[in-house]
């Protein structure tokens, strides 16, 4: 059978590197190459790591179209153990689409306390899409919601991937912020971006950007009126957040997602599907699932990688884990 290697993406500290070896089988076993693959793992060749991958048929393809928008990994290689007699491995590189809609810069270059990491933010909006019902729609069709953006980092990764991209965030200051960025980004970048603003009666303001088929609409609000600050937009296909950090009781976190759970169920595009972080270090997952399956008509997605996206961020983040909730068939979706 085929075998393959992928780099796990560079990084610029260990613990981004440990972060990117932890997410990266997981966000292969959720991706279109885990119905064509038999089993990976991480090896070590020349003091780089890698996922192997082993295939029941080329990957070329696949590689192609997808590997490119993957967060966790880089380069492919199909790997040969020896050619012509000569023992390896033997890597040869695949030739992969890794085309951004937006000059890389745009995700990287805003810098803000409290900013969670692009390979991550990268890695919920894939895993999202590849458990919802538009798997296999290209992201040039899709809308992201963030209702809880704060600085836009999730926005600003959607439009890399080629998605319209919502956010909602309760500080005007911060939205503000992310709108006043992305303008004097389009401005140096020399990128023809239409912009108008807009005061949602009652309710709160919003900035939208528009450049050719593509759309940003960064809004200030309460994250349980998304539907209302974003009147006027298309429901959005996936959504993505990251919930607050350094919250000392679960009381607040619980308040947030009974309120807004319900919300965001009810404007989702059916066969949509919704994936959020929190600090699970007082959190715990069980206590995080019974609530979500209490607030709304979503289900938790649970077996296999689904279950093992736990991991430890810094200090005083010691474990942060990810639920992926979705309407396929109606319920529970379990994998093995």
């Not at 990268?122 to 992201?144: D, K, M, P, Q």
């Not at 890399?160 to 500080?171: I, P």
């Not at 005061?199 to 209302?228: E, P, Y």
């Not at 308040?255 to 319900?262: D, F, G, Q, R, Y």
Request: with cysteine.
């Amino acid at each position: 059978m085929p075998t393959y290697l992928t780099q796990i993406a560079p990084q610029r500290s260990t613990q981004y590197g440990a972060l990117a070896e932890h997410l990266a089988p997981i966000e292969l076993a959720l991706s279109p190459f885990a119905e064509r693959t038999s089993a990976s793992e991480l090896v070590t060749l020349g003091g780089q790591r890698y996922l192997r991958v082993t295939s029941a048929a080329p990957l070329d393809e696949l590689v192609r179209a997808h590997a490119g928008r993957l967060a966790a990994t880089r380069a492919w290689f199909e790997s040969r153990d020896e050619v012509g007699g000569e023992a390896g491995p033997w890597l040869r590189p695949l030739e992969i689409n890794a085309v951004s809609a937006w000059p890389e810069e745009l995700v990287s270059a805003r810098r803000y306390k409290g900013k969670t990491n692009e390979l991550f933010t990268r890695f919920l909006c894939n895993i999202v899409r590849h458990s919802s019902a538009y798997a296999n729609t290209l992201w040039g069709e899709l809308r992201v919601l963030d209702p809880l953006a704060g600085g836009g980092t999730t926005l600003f990764t959607a439009l890399s991937l080629g998605a319209d991209a919502y956010g909602v965030e309760k500080s005007l200051e911060d939205v503000q912020g992310t709108a006043a960025f992305f303008r004097q980004f389009c401005r140096e970048a020399d990128i023809d971006c239409d912009e108008r603003e807009e005061r949602m009666k009652g309710i709160g303001r919003r900035w939208r950007f528009t450049r050719g088929t593509q759309t940003l609409v960064a809004a200030a609000g309460d994250a349980a009126d998304a539907a209302k600050l974003l009147n006027g937009m298309k429901r959005p296909h996936l959504i993505v957040t990251d919930l607050p950090y350094g919250v000392q009781h679960n009381g607040p976190l619980l308040e947030l997602l009974a309120s807004a759970l319900p919300a965001w169920e009810a404007w989702l595009e059916p066969g949509g599907a919704v994936a959020f972080s929190w600090d699970a270090t007082r959190f715990a997952r069980e206590q995080m699932v019974a609530h979500v399956e209490r607030c709304c008509g979503l289900r938790v997605r649970r077996g296999g990688p689904y279950d093992a996206m736990a991991h430890a961020v810094d200090r005083v983040i010691k474990k942060r884990d990810v639920v992926v909730i979705d309407q396929a068939n109606g319920g529970t979706r379990t994998m093995v």
